[in-house]
């Protein structure tokens, strides 16, 4: 008995090894934060397969990290260092070590403030200079090494609200199927659309297709549906979520729906949208109402429908994320020094709590 005990041992061994199938317990994912308080920097945390959430620890101590990125080939992490000096934030790059981040290099990010970064597939960055009110265009090396930005393009304008009597670039985006950078001023109430010239290492501004949101929107972030074709545009000050279509070459909102529950009347700002890959739900994080909201979408003309609120169990959510199997939903709750987990049902996009997890003044979550 106790030879085949040995034996089966060894054949289920050799047959585990041999397997082509991986068994996953955990995934990993960077935080990013603010540092005035606790906090140090980028930490590392993982979500295993039942949601449960685990520190992994500092990975990296950098001023403000409020914004993170990755390289497409996920060798390379960006980061912003949200701060004023002289003038300017700054870009941070690191190759992505199995328990750290080595650092590659740092660059200006051409104005004060920087609070978004994204990364193309040719490896050209783009970060939004929120004070700055303009928008950095630099390009980077296959290992990740910055060169000093070779552009900067300057913001002017403003909107209707206190918050709007200057340019604040919040969020710029490459599209995903054509040579177009989309940015978004809070402060200017405006969509700024650009396309990159590639000998000069330059934004070329095109201004016929400039979209004026709502008189007091803040647009903040956007998402875009699978199909590529439509937008949705998170407007931080009056909380909505505009469905943007272009038709003849320019863009104009379709829709525009409300972030919020019906009466709810406390003050409250949206911060961040994400939706399914599937494109069947979209989310978005409310910061007063500190919640998670649910819309439906049609996938036929795109127009959302409210379905429902999770509550983040916590205070000042900024960023969220999805898992990248989907199954979870992960919140940073900034005020409450926390991140949540939630399960999400891919048929019905509702959200179920799972766990909770200590994290110093998180507000970037990137897996």
């Known amino acids: ?81 949200e701060i004023d000096e002289n003038g300017t934030g700054f870009i941070h790059s690191y190759e992505i070590k199995n328990d750290s981040l080595q650092m590659v290099s740092k660059q200006e990010s051409g104005g004060a403030h920087p609070c978004f970064i994204a990364v193309s597939k040719d490896n050209y960055i783009i970060t939004a200079n929120y004070t700055g009110g303009n928008v950095g265009l630099l390009k980077t090396t296959k290992t990740g090494k910055v060169a000093p930005i070779s552009f900067i393009q300057q913001h002017i304008g403003k909107g209707s609200t206190e918050r709007q009597t200057a340019p604040h670039a919040h969020s710029t985006w490459f599209h995903p199927t054509k040579n177009e950078v989309i940015s978004i001023d809070l402060g200017t109430n405006e969509l700024w659309f650009s396309t990159i010239d590639t000998t000069k290492n330059e934004l070329v501004y ?25 937008m949705y545009v998170l407007n931080e000050l009056n909380n909505t979520v505009s469905l943007v279509k272009e038709k003849n070459n320019a863009y104009f909102i379709k829709t525009s729906i409300t972030t919020l529950p019906a009466g709810f009347s406390t003050d409250s700002k949206a911060a961040d949208i994400h939706i399914s890959k599937d494109g069947k739900f979209l989310y978005t994080s409310n910061r007063g109402a500190d919640s998670i909201a649910i819309f439906k979408v049609d996938n036929t003309n795109g127009t959302l429908t409210s379905i429902g609120y999770a509550s983040v169990l916590g205070v000042n959510p900024r960023n969220f994320s999805l898992s990248p199997d989907e199954e979870f939903l992960l919140v940073a709750n900034q005020d409450t020094n926390n991140i949540i987990s939630f399960k999400r049902n891919p048929s019905s996009g509702a959200l179920t709590f799972v766990d909770k997890i200590f994290a110093p003044t998180p507000v970037c979550i990137l897996f």
Not at 33 to 49: A, P
Not at 206 to 215: A, F, N, R, V, Y
């Open 1 to 81: 008995m106790k030879y085949f005990s040995i034996l089966v041992f060894i054949l289920l061994f050799l047959g585990c090894k041999n397997s082509s199938v991986k068994i996953i317990k955990e995934t990993t994912f960077h935080v990013g934060t603010y540092t005035e308080k606790e906090s140090k920097g980028i930490y590392k945390y993982s979500i295993s397969k039942d949601g449960k959430l685990k520190n992994k620890g500092l990975v990296a101590a950098i001023t403000n990290p409020s914004f993170l990125a990755k390289s497409k080939d996920n060798r390379t992490l960006f980061a912003v260092s």
């Open 206 to 230: 095109t201004s016929q297709k400039k979209l004026k949101m709502l008189d007091g929107a803040g647009p903040r972030h956007l998402t875009f549906h699978p199909n590529n074709k439509w």
